[in-house]
């Protein structure tokens, strides 16, 4: 019989907080149980094992993440939409640093498939629409605003850019106005 208290989306919570506390890396099921003072048994009515309650934490941040970016690029197009979803990844990398590295964990294709990242695929698609790249173009454009966002936050985090003028606020602007750019601007793939 389940403890009473503990729930599979309880336990997700606080593996997401005990994430942003000591690192996505560090999460396990032994941690959690500790969290709740209970023995690791009891968890396993709730999630398999550690690795489930990664792959949930996971699939928590993507859905957390998508629909934090759906609400700010609601009504948005171009590079106010543009400027608005990557402020929601550094914003929820800065808020929520275990999470977002979980939103980053590897999937089997099946729950990847099922997942929010979809949603957050649709997004990029989506904003990227307003910059009319067509395919495979557009895959580019997931692919580098994925890598700017992602890797852009994630050395910010680990003090990458606090050691040196300008301040990485600036840089930051400066990026989401060349990305802006390049999207208007974007070299076409020549027809065969």
């Known amino acids: 019989?389940?403890?009473?208290?503990?729930s599979t989306e309880r336990l997700v919570q606080a593996g997401a907080e005990l994430a942003d506390e000591v690192g996505f890396e560090q999460v396990t099921a032994s941690e959690l149980a500790r969290r709740f003072d209970v023995k690791v048994a009891s968890l396993y009515s709730h999630v398999k094992n550690s690795q489930d309650l990664k792959t949930r934490i996971a699939l928590f941040a993507l859905e957390e993440?998508?629909?934090?970016?759906?609400?700010?690029?609601?009504?948005r197009a171009g590079k106010d939409a543009l400027v608005a979803f990557a402020n929601v990844y550094r914003d929820y990398g800065r808020e929520h640093p275990g999470r977002a590295a979980a939103a980053r964990?590897?999937?089997?294709?099946?729950?990847?498939?099922?997942?929010?990242?979809?949603?957050?695929a649709q997004m990029t698609r989506a904003i990227l629409r307003g910059y009319d790249l067509r395919e495979p173009d557009a895959t580019h454009a997931v692919r580098l605003l994925g890598s700017v966002f992602h890797g852009y936050s994630s050395l910010e985090l680990a003090g990458g850019f606090s050691h040196s003028a300008p301040d990485s606020e600036e840089t930051w602007s400066r990026i989401l106005?060349?990305?802006?750019?390049?999207?208007?601007?974007?070299?076409?793939?020549?027809t065969p």
Do not use: F, I, Q, Y
């Not at 019989?1 to 503990?6: F, S, Y």
């Not at 993440?65 to 009504?75: I, K, N, P, Q, Y």
């Open 105 to 120: 964990m590897k999937l089997d294709p099946e729950t990847a498939a099922a997942s929010a990242g979809v949603r957050h």
């Open 1 to 6: 019989m389940a403890r009473v208290g503990l």
């Open 65 to 75: 993440l998508a629909d934090r970016a759906a609400d700010a690029v609601a009504g």
């Open 177 to 190: 106005d060349a990305l802006d750019a390049l999207l208007c601007n974007w070299p076409t793939e020549p």
